[in-house]
């Protein structure tokens, strides 16, 4: 009974070691490097997008990295992922280094990025002049006012050829958001997947831009890149097309898609 019981039990460590070493030799698809807000009125956002993250990780195969400053950011750095997504994090408080660095990765062309909400809050913040390079990159654009109180609106897909918004509905709802208003429209510069119908907006808003877009790509650099404004409410991770739209992003951005 003695020999039975070894027996049962070096066939079980076998086992177990065939299926650690298994695991070790699972290659990751891409590896992701996610910016975010760690305080601040962006902090539900954050703490609902970062199990989101990880679960689509997990099914996906890919792996994730986070940093919640910017001070680490350097080409040694970002050479390392296939994908940087900006998580609701300004475009501003960035070392020289950090600004130089990043401009490199887009123009290279060996790595995406993913941007969402605070990422175009451009001008003159906290006694940080605006980052120039990082208003063109975004279409010429500069911040000019915003939507504190919150409103629903119609966000409507122009591109539906896009890999980046494939199977969204042609229009969505988004319930809760604080619509910003630029100087003007990006759309000149930039290729415009998605905008919001001002119309829609409940209650009414006398904050409004007119041709107003909310999702877009710049092909002028090597590297993918999408921009989505959406981005500050928790309840988006219940939203089925936003999910989808991100995740679609994160996957082009990375040439996985």
């Known amino acids: 009974m003695k020999n039975i019981t070894l027996f049962i039990l070096l066939i079980l460590g076998c086992f177990l070691q065939q299926d650690c070493l298994a695991q070790k030799q699972k290659k990751s ?29 997990i099914d996906s195969s890919f792996t994730i990295d986070y940093i919640e400053s910017t001070k680490n950011i350097n080409e ?5 992922y296939q994908v940087f997504i900006q998580l609701d994090y300004p475009p501003y408080t960035w070392s020289e280094e950090s600004m130089q660095a990043f401009q490199k990765y887009m123009n290279s062309g060996k790595g995406g990025w993913v941007g969402l909400h605070h990422a175009t ?5 906290d006694g940080y002049p605006m980052w120039k390079w990082f208003s063109d990159f975004m279409g010429g654009i500069r911040f000019v006012n915003y939507i504190p109180d919150f409103v629903s609106g119609k966000v409507t897909i122009e591109d539906k050829s896009h890999p980046v918004t494939k199977g969204i509905p042609i229009d969505f709802l988004v319930k809760k958001e604080e619509w910003y208003i630029y100087d003007k429209s990006p759309r000149i510069n930039v290729h415009v997947l998605a905008s919001v119908d001002e119309s829609t907006y409940q209650p009414d808003s006398k904050v409004k831009m007119g041709d107003h877009p909310v999702v877009w790509t710049n092909n002028h650099f090597a590297s993918r890149n999408v921009y989505i404004f959406m981005g500050h409410a928790p309840e988006l991770f219940q939203n089925e097309a936003y999910t989808t739209l991100l995740r679609n992003s994160i996957f082009w951005a990375a040439a996985k898609r």
Do not use: C, D, I, S
């Open 29 to 57: 698809r891409f590896k992701a490097l996610v910016l975010y807000e760690n305080g601040g009125h962006h902090l539900p956002f954050t703490k609902a997008a970062k199990p989101w993250l990880n679960k689509l990780a």
């Open 121 to 125: 809050l451009l001008g003159e913040f």
């Open 76 to 80: 040694a750095l970002l050479k390392q």
